[in-house]
């Protein structure tokens, strides 16, 4: 069974930091693309990055460059984001995504962690 489960939001200052974790289980992680997708109430969900199954082939909506980063750990079969000089703006739920996997629209999910940038 396909599992994708995100952990790290929370409540954070502007300019402040945090990183998101996606552990996964029930595919071999290598082999597939993963992304980080937001949510934010009453907007569309819209990319955030994505990255190759090796590591590379990095991209970032171009809101995020710069201040965020992707990565993964193919030995922990684990997704990052390390969001830095986080902006109110920033505030949504965030998603941990393959979406070459499976056969649900835009391939598998988590169900999301919040993270609200507020002072």
């Known amino acids: 069974q396909v599992r994708l489960v995100e952990s790290g939001g929370g409540l954070v200052q502007p300019g402040g930091s945090l990183r998101l974790s996606c552990i996964t289980s029930?595919?071999?992680?290598?082999?597939?693309?993963m992304a980080w997708h937001r949510q934010a109430p009453g907007k569309k969900r819209e990319l955030v990055a994505n990255?190759?199954?090796?590591?590379?082939?990095?991209n970032y909506t171009y809101i995020v460059k710069g201040r965020f980063a992707i990565s993964r750990d193919n030995e922990k079969n684990t997704l990052y984001l390390e969001m830095t000089n986080l902006e109110p703006e920033d505030t949504a739920v965030y998603y941990c995504?393959?979406?070459?996997?499976?056969?649900?629209?835009?391939?598998?999910w988590g169900q999301g962690t919040q993270v609200t940038v507020s002072s």
């Open positions: 029930g595919f071999v992680f290598d082999h597939y693309r």
């Open positions: 995504n393959a979406p070459d996997l499976g056969t649900g629209r835009g391939g598998s």
């Open positions: 990255i190759g199954g090796s590591g590379g082939a990095i």
